[in-house]
């Protein structure tokens, strides 16, 4: 698969259909992963698409700007390798992408 998500209870879900420039989070959306809540709808100022990324695919991914990084410092379950899914925009290089979604808060 493209993409894989771990869900809160342990499933695999996996997305074979990606878009470049959708973010992980809509791909998600798009697929009914369940909890996945993505309050504020991907600008930026919710936190409920926190996910953890497979740290191998950590280094293809742009920095945290410092708002998405204040954010996930609100988080109890923020780890070295949590993002939101609503900045992590598909390209190709992600193919084979795994990501769990954290904990809720
Ligand atoms: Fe709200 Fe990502 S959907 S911060």
């Known amino acids: 698969p493209k993409l894989t998500v771990v869900t809160r209870t342990g499933d695999e879900i996996e997305i ?5 420039g959708a973010s992980v989070m809509e791909l998600m959306r798009d697929h009914d992963v369940p909890d996945l809540l993505a309050l504020c709808g991907g600008s930026r100022s919710c ?4 996910v953890w990324v497979d740290t191998a695919f950590l ?3 742009p920095e945290a700007v410092e708002e998405e990084s204040e954010l996930l410092d609100s988080s109890m379950h923020r780890q070295p390798n949590s993002r939101l899914s609503c900045q992590i925009k598909w390209k190709d290089e992600l193919d084979g992408l795994r990501v769990t979604l954290a904990p809720e808060d």
Do not use: G
């Open 16 to 20: 074979e259909q990606t878009r470049p």
């Open 47 to 50: 936190a409920t698409c926190h």
């Open 59 to 61: 280094s293809k991914l």
